[in-house]
């Protein structure tokens, strides 16, 4: 800049200087003009010759204050600096021709002389494409070329009418060799909950402490070979920290403490330990780490628990999970839902409720239990679903004739125009946004409460207000029936609804032969308190001639796959409501000998839909979770578009496998 100053004031100099010499010479002619004619010719001709010189001189001045980067000198300065520096420099033209390379540059392409007039992208990197690197002026990106890493800086100049690319290249092998040190030290937080720890030692107090302590040595054990650090932090609570390095062999080992647990053996004590683990691998403060990872405990314990889950940026990892939820014998639990869900009930101006798409006795029953419980508490309720569904004419039958249950059902575009700011929207039977009955409603709502006994999938887009989902649970009206219970005085409960919550039930446990415990049977003797007739419940699942033919259809292509599992596909012409036909078919499959596991799959428009059962030997949630389905540990179902029945029976065998040979 100071250069440039110094040439403007000499420019300036020497233009005043000029123009005073003109000045003169005119003065000089204009006073001879009378005169001496020789003079005159002389100054007139002196004159003009210094005209043309000042005009010469004023052109070259501008030009030069214009372009002063034409300087030779600095011409030469900047070929000798890219010629002489240190870091790599390369000159390719709009053909990804290398035109021109310094010598640092050898050390990228590993011979001099070797690639001049040759194309980069053939002999360093395809990544050195001219068409990107032409799009733009200026751009910075990595590459990677024998292990070593490089940024490599992009910029376009135009010489003799054609544009070139230079491209500076900085070798940045040490700062991501340090980054990736440094991420490896990065500290993990963990949290460990033994599931069932009280459940397995109750009947035997006496061998806990030896139990506490044998869980704790292996915990240790486990801990030190990945060199971390645990220490129990309430009964049964684990919190473990270590180095993310030690995260991949913890994922390479499948989360093996889960199979030692579970192996662990104490006199008397029948039930295995489970446990379940909550981990987030996440950027973020040791606070942010912790709240994350009790956020994927607590995703453990509502798939069921005997599981680890991992977080890693925005996506969810699942190890375990191979083993039935035992059932908690506490109805603690049950208490503090039934008093939050009226809190929520008694703040909101309407409740809708929804279940799944599809709807079944369970759906449709604990549905209605939520309804009951609005109503209790003086607040419009309204039930979600499809009134056309021909599977739901026998409870849309057993409920006519009450003018209570005329406008409760309502179709999804009413549900829409119902919607409103302080509107409490509560989920039944379904915790999977794509199976949701109306999912543009659950992406509305304000406030949202899931209730459900199916293994949970994956966190929620928008946060439930409660999440009260019970794996162990055999049903979801099992659920409510303990809610209904703790909210309605004795005998406020009407015996019509009852008898349909009765039904949920006994659909889900297989008439009381799975899936129970003792808070099934205190459920159901609950309900019989209030009126529940077990032979009107049974009525509900009575069906017409045809229907009983069609299921046999469904069992006539049958092939039995690694010996225990019966696959039936249907290949028919097949309705929605043609779904339950294929999950009793599925039920039925299992009395064949020696099947422990079944799956029936038919085709629905435009997908192929599955039904999966099992008798507790291999968990068809899991398997069919990889479909992009889900369920309970022995029953499950998924929907699967765009694919053919054989590709379908494919995938189906291929996720059969990986679970089988884990």
């Not at 990197?125 to 001219?130: K, M, Q, R």
């Not at 007739?533 to 069609?550: G, V």
């Amino acid at each position: 800049m100071k250069l440039k100053n110094n040439s403007l004031l000499r420019s300036i100099k020497r233009r005043k200087s000029s123009i005073f010499a003109e000045i003169l010479l005119l003065i000089v002619m204009l006073v001879n003009t009378s005169g001496n004619k020789t003079v005159f010719a002389v100054s007139a001709s002196v004159f003009l010759i210094h005209s043309i010189y000042l005009v010469y001189v004023f052109v070259a001045d501008s030009k030069s204050l214009k372009c002063p980067s034409t300087n030779p000198l600095l011409s030469g300065m900047t070929l000798d600096f890219v010629t002489n520096v240190d870091k790599p420099v390369v000159i390719i033209n709009k053909s990804n021709i290398v035109s021109w390379y310094n010598d640092a540059f050898i050390r990228v392409c590993g011979a001099k002389n070797a690639i001049y007039g040759k194309n980069i992208t053939e002999e360093i990197s395809p990544a050195l494409n001219s068409a990107r690197l032409f799009r733009d002026k200026h751009t910075v990106f990595e590459i990677t070329i024998e292990n070593v890493h490089y940024e490599v800086s992009s910029h376009i100049v135009t010489s003799a009418g054609k544009d070139y690319c230079i491209l500076l290249w900085d070798d940045i092998s040490e700062l991501r060799n340090t980054k990736a040190l440094l991420d490896s030290k990065n500290v993990l937080v963990a949290f460990i909950i033994i599931d069932n720890f009280s459940e397995a030692m109750q009947s035997v107090q006496d061998k806990s402490r030896t139990a506490a302590a044998i869980i704790g040595q292996e915990l240790e054990a486990w801990s030190a070979s990945i060199g971390g650090i645990i220490k129990e932090y309430d009964r049964d609570k684990y919190l473990l920290m270590f180095e993310k390095s030690s995260l991949e062999t913890l994922r390479e080992n499948k989360f093996d403490i889960l199979d030692t647990l579970r192996n662990i053996s104490v006199d008397e004590v029948a039930m295995q330990f489970t446990a379940s683990i909550g981990l987030a691998c996440i950027e973020g403060t040791l606070s942010e780490k912790e709240a994350a990872s009790r956020a994927c405990v607590d995703l453990a314990l509502q798939r069921g628990g005997d599981q680890a889950v991992v977080k890693v940026d925005s996506t969810m990892e699942f190890y375990g999970g191979r083993s039935q939820t035992v059932q908690k014998k506490t109805k603690v639990r049950s208490r503090v839902v039934a008093n939050e869900l009226c809190s929520l009930m008694k703040q909101c101006s309407n409740v809708i409720v929804m279940g799944h798409k599809y709807a079944d006795h369970d759906c449709i029953a604990s549905s209605v239990a939520v309804a009951r419980v609005a109503k209790h508490l003086g607040k419009q309720v309204n039930i979600v679903v499809n009134i056309h569904d021909f599977n739901l004419k026998a409870i849309f039958n057993s409920l006519r004739g009450n003018k209570e249950y005329n406008d409760l059902f309502i179709d999804r575009e009413y549900a829409q125009e119902l919607m409103r700011a302080g509107t409490l929207l509560v989920v039944c039977d379904v915790n999977n946004v794509k199976l949701f009955e109306v999912p543009e409603i659950y992406e509305a709502a304000n406030s949202v409460v899931v209730i459900d006994h199916h293994r949970k999938i994956a966190d929620f887009e928008n946060e439930p207000k409660i999440a009260y989902i019970e794996p162990a649970a055999s049903s979801v009206s099992e659920l409510m029936s303990e809610i209904l219970e703790q909210v309605l005085s004795q005998g406020e409960l009407p015996p019509v609804e009852a008898n349909l919550i009765l039904s949920g039930i006994i659909l889900d446990t297989k008439q009381f032969t799975k899936n129970t415990g003792v808070r099934t049977f205190g459920a159901a003797l609950y309900l019989r308190s209030e009126g529940a007739s077990p032979y009107e419940a049974q009525k509900l699942f009575r069906t017409s001639a045809e229907d009983f033919m069609r299921e046999s259809q469904f069992e006539n292509n049958i092939h039995i796959y690694r010996d225990c599992i019966a696959i039936s596909t249907y290949e028919g012409k097949s309705s929605p409501s043609d779904r339950i036909v294929a999950a009793k078919a599925a039920d039925r499959l299992l009395s064949i000998e020696g099947v422990s596991t079944s799956f029936v799959l038919c085709i629905i428009g435009d997908e192929i839909s599955i039904s999966a059962r099992s008798d507790g030997n291999i968990n068809v949630q899991l398997v069919l979770e990889a479909l992009g389905g889900g369920g309970h540990f022995d029953a499950a179902g998924a929907q699967i578009k765009n694919k053919t029945m054989r590709e379908v029976l494919e995938m189906l065998k291929d996720s059969i496998d990986n679970f089988l040979n884990v």
